[in-house]
């Protein structure tokens, strides 16, 4: 029992040496403001043990990411915090992105932490993406805009990237449901292009909006497979097409049977008798 005790003594002697980050969250879950640009995450810690802790590095996965620590090296029992910005830009709904904190930490050098941001959508704007085969007949396809923000928001004019394109913006509540009436000149040829939406909202990131549309090829078929004929047509193949006769092998000539030759009697010398 002594020997147990003592071996758990040095066992937590040997781990407070150690030291190590402990973050109060590796995982921040956070709802922005519609009036947001960039969204703030601040990531709080203390550092374990009796060695100091030295942050290396913040490793961003995002081009919409910054962070920074507020020092580089913190004391024993030291706190501090990770500071991280998003911008919002056109992001909807929940995002999540990571960062990475690379320091002398020996329990883990290597930490991810993570920021699960959930961004107010203001206009549901269906389908997200408008949509023609090559060669389909050339018809106008409605996009609707509904508008889910607290304040009206207008459709006041839209521009279509592709001169074949051409949109129409219709009013069917005024601030609060719109329909864009896209008409293609032709879908002879593959296009990608979108719709700027202009509106009158009062968060800048909301004011221009973009709608794509595109013109796609058909699936094409899996290589080396040929689709089934119909049976019309496999009707008409088999009238068309005489019948194989598989010749018979030649049946070889009867051979005669022929009795066997005669086998003359063994002489016996009559020395060999006595």
Same mark, same amino acid.
């Given at each position: 029992m002594k020997c147990l005790l003592i071996f758990i003594f040095l066992l937590g002697l040997s781990s407070a040496g150690r030291g190590g980050l402990a973050f109060d969250a590796d995982v921040v879950q956070e709802t922005a403001k519609a009036s947001e640009q960039a969204h703030k995450v601040v990531f709080r810690f203390k550092v374990v043990g009796e060695k100091p802790i030295t942050i290396k590095e913040v490793q961003l996965t995002c081009g919409c990411l910054s962070a920074a620590a507020d020092k580089t090296t913190y004391a024993p029992r030291e706190s501090g915090t990770i500071t991280a910005f998003m911008t919002l830009g056109s992001f909807e709904g929940e995002v999540t992105k990571s960062i990475y904190v690379h320091s002398d930490d020996p329990t883990g050098p290597r930490r991810q932490l993570q920021m699960k941001i959930t961004i107010p959508k203001l206009m549901e704007i269906s389908p997200d993406v408008t949509t023609w085969?090559?060669?389909?007949?050339?018809?106008p396809k409605t996009i609707s805009v509904k508008v889910l923000y607290e304040k009206p928001i207008e459709v006041t004019g839209v521009i279509s990237t592709r001169e074949k394109f051409t949109a129409e913006v219709k009013e069917i509540t005024k601030g609060r449901e719109y329909q864009i009436v896209l008409s293609p000149e032709t879908t002879a040829e593959p296009v990608l292009g979108a719709l700027r939406l202009t509106t009158t909202c009062?968060? *800048?990131?909301?004011k221009n909006?973009?709608?794509?549309?595109?013109?796609?090829? *058909?699936?094409?078929?899996? *290589?080396?497979?040929?689709? *089934?004929?119909?049976a019309a047509a496999r009707g008409t193949a088999t009238a068309n097409v005489p019948p194989v006769t598989t010749p018979r092998p030649a049946t070889p000539p009867p051979v005669a049977s022929q009795p066997p030759a005669a086998v003359p009697p063994l002489l016996v010398p009559r020395n060999r008798l006595k």
């Amino acid at each position: 029992m002594k020997c147990l005790l003592i071996f758990i003594f040095l066992l937590g002697l040997s781990s407070a040496g150690r030291g190590g980050l402990a973050f109060d969250a590796d995982v921040v879950q956070e709802t922005a403001k519609a009036s947001e640009q960039a969204h703030k995450v601040v990531f709080r810690f203390k550092v374990v043990g009796e060695k100091p802790i030295t942050i290396k590095e913040v490793q961003l996965t995002c081009g919409c990411l910054s962070a920074a620590a507020d020092k580089t090296t913190y004391a024993p029992r030291e706190s501090g915090t990770i500071t991280a910005f998003m911008t919002l830009g056109s992001f909807e709904g929940e995002v999540t992105k990571s960062i990475y904190v690379h320091s002398d930490d020996p329990t883990g050098p290597r930490r991810q932490l993570q920021m699960k941001i959930t961004i107010p959508k203001l206009m549901e704007i269906s389908p997200d993406v408008t949509t023609w085969q090559v060669g389909d007949a050339p018809v106008p396809k409605t996009i609707s805009v509904k508008v889910l923000y607290e304040k009206p928001i207008e459709v006041t004019g839209v521009i279509s990237t592709r001169e074949k394109f051409t949109a129409e913006v219709k009013e069917i509540t005024k601030g609060r449901e719109y329909q864009i009436v896209l008409s293609p000149e032709t879908t002879a040829e593959p296009v990608l292009g979108a719709l700027r939406l202009t509106t009158t909202c009062d968060v *800048p990131r909301y004011k221009n909006r973009l709608v794509f549309f595109n013109v796609v090829r *058909p699936s094409a078929a899996t *290589p080396g497979r040929r689709a *089934p004929p119909s049976a019309a047509a496999r009707g008409t193949a088999t009238a068309n097409v005489p019948p194989v006769t598989t010749p018979r092998p030649a049946t070889p000539p009867p051979v005669a049977s022929q009795p066997p030759a005669a086998v003359p009697p063994l002489l016996v010398p009559r020395n060999r008798l006595k």
